[in-house]
């Protein structure tokens, strides 16, 4: 809502600030007191790809999360690092307030174990994405799913995605970075999804990529899956391989499934509700959302 308090954090790389100031100016149009949690700005002392310590980094996100003053907590970016964080979290006390969750690619390691215990979390555009957030469809997306859900009746329009196997499904919209999702195996976040999928990531090639899926498949992941998005998998070499990768892996399942969703690293990325009940109808190509999400 407009007037609304917003943590801004950064769990997992460092925040340039010129482009979080870039962002920051976007968000500030849409009437939002923004407010930066003191490690977003900081630096790993001998890591530089961390943004401070996992300590600061954990105190900052439950902190923002835990003052009620806060009405939603957006990432800065993803990069590396929250896997990490998540031993100084107590999730459980973390799940007992509902607030909206704003990132992507890393911060799938949130998103899991947070939908897993019921909340419904945004998989969108974070506060230093200046590109997603320059994109029109995809900021008005964004704006729209925080400001305005019941005009939201479609989560891959505008631009829509194919069909690669035909059907209807429903269940909880779930997933992320696949290479996230395949990391967290064997670990105390695991959760295995139950509902529609959406697979996403970057600067993965076609090999690695069926490594990821091999290791989805061989540790049973997909027994609850409904269906399946295949989101952008960006900078990720000869795209016709990574589109065969997915098939010969994916389609015996028989899932409805569709690729070319606009979810991901490219400029147009469309912010999705995670953990919130939908229908994927992979013959027309929609995503239909069966509940107003924030309301």
Known sequence: MA??????????????????????????????????????LSQHQSLPYLAGDD???????????????????FCGRGGYGVQRMLPHLELNELAGVEKILLGFSDITALHEPFNARGLVTVHGPMAASVGQLNS????DRLRALLFEPETVTDLLAPKGAATVVPGTAEGRLLGGNLALLAASIGTPTFARPAGIVVLEDVSEDGYRVDRLLTQLLRANWFDDVTGLVIGDFSESGDQEIMASVFRERLVPLGLPMVE?????????????????????DATAGTLTPLVTPFR
């Open 3 to 40: 007037g609304d308090r917003v943590a801004i954090v950064a769990p997992s790389g460092p925040l340039s600030v010129e482009r979080l100031e870039v962002g920051l100016e976007i968000l500030r149009t849409w009437d939002l007191e923004l407010e930066v949690m003191p490690s977003a």
């Open 55 to 73: 300590a600061a980094r954990a105190d900052d996100f439950r902190t923002a999360w835990l003052d009620p003053s806060y009405a939603a907590v």
């Open 136 to 139: 029109p469809d995809g900021h």
């Open 260 to 280: 070319g969703a606009a979810i991901g690293h490219e400029d147009l990325n469309l912010a999705v509700p995670l953990g919130a009940p939908v229908v994927l």
